[in-house]
Nanobody, 126 residues
Framework: QVQLVESGGGLVQAGDSLRVSCAAS????????MGWFRQAPGKEREFVAA????????KYADSVKGRFTISRDNAKNTVYLQMNSLKPEDTAVYYC???????????????????WGQGTQVTVSS
């Protein structure tokens, strides 16, 4: 099994940048597609971004495309989400997730991911 721990969340103002990290332990994540999801109060958890095992392929939700960048450092067993031009509607708990299926499909849905972190709060004030 792999354990995921997010960090780097906090309170920022609209227009600011923030980078959240996801540190994995237990197994190397080089064999896992990785994803970021978020959940705002009263809303369902939603897809934000995903990155393939090698880091070559990425996908983003339309709401964050052009502002957020997902990356990974397999040597450090860590995945990152760089968030720029933050908006109040980006306020949510951000979760890291890992998919161990080994397929070529880059997963976009919650059910595709087996392992989850506990989340880190990101709050954007207007």
């Amino acid at each position: 099994q792999v354990q995921l721990v997010e960090s780097g969340g906090g309170l920022v103002q609209a227009g600011d940048s923030l980078r959240v990290s996801c540190a994995a332990s237990g197994r190397t994540i080089s064999n896992y597609h990785m994803g970021w999801f978020r959940q705002a109060p009263g809303k369902e958890r939603e897809f934000v971004a995903a990155i393939s095992r090698s880091g070559v392929r990425t996908k983003y939700a339309d709401s964050v495309k052009g502002r957020f960048t997902i990356s990974r450092d397999n040597a450090k067993n860590t995945v990152y989400l760089q968030m720029n031009s933050l908006k109040p509607e980006d306020t949510a708990v951000y979760y890291c997730a890992a998919d161990s299926s080994g397929g070529s499909y880059l997963p976009l849905y919650l059910a595709d991911y087996e392992y989850w972190g506990q989340g880190t709060q990101v709050t954007v004030s207007s």
